[in-house]
């Protein structure tokens, strides 16, 4: 199996869109540790969705338009429950 995951940081108000074949636990733990790329900028990054697939080159959206595409859909569907709240 593999994920699309959608990571949220408060601290920096930045939303970061990842894939993986590990768990998304154990990848979030990995933004979590010792990371220097972009996630490692904040601590306190916290998986507000996540997409499953059967292979990882299906996780992988083909452009920089499918990937905003793709976070636009989680802010859409975030505001939609608030709103419901």
């Given at each position: 199996?593999?994920?699309t ?5 408060f601290?920096?108000n ?6 993986t074949e590990a ?13 220097r ?26 452009n920089?338009l499918a990937w905003a ?11 939609f ?5």
């Open positions: 199996m593999a994920w995951y959608i990571l949220h940081s601290a920096l930045q939303y970061y869109v990842g894939h768990d998304p636990q154990v990848r979030l733990r990995k933004h979590l540790s010792e990371h790329g972009f996630t490692g900028k904040a601590k306190d990054w916290k998986i507000v969705f996540t997409l499953e697939f059967e292979t990882k080159p299906e996780t992988v959206p083909d920089d595409n793709l976070a636009q859909a989680y802010l859409n569907i975030s505001q429950e608030a709103s419901r709240s």
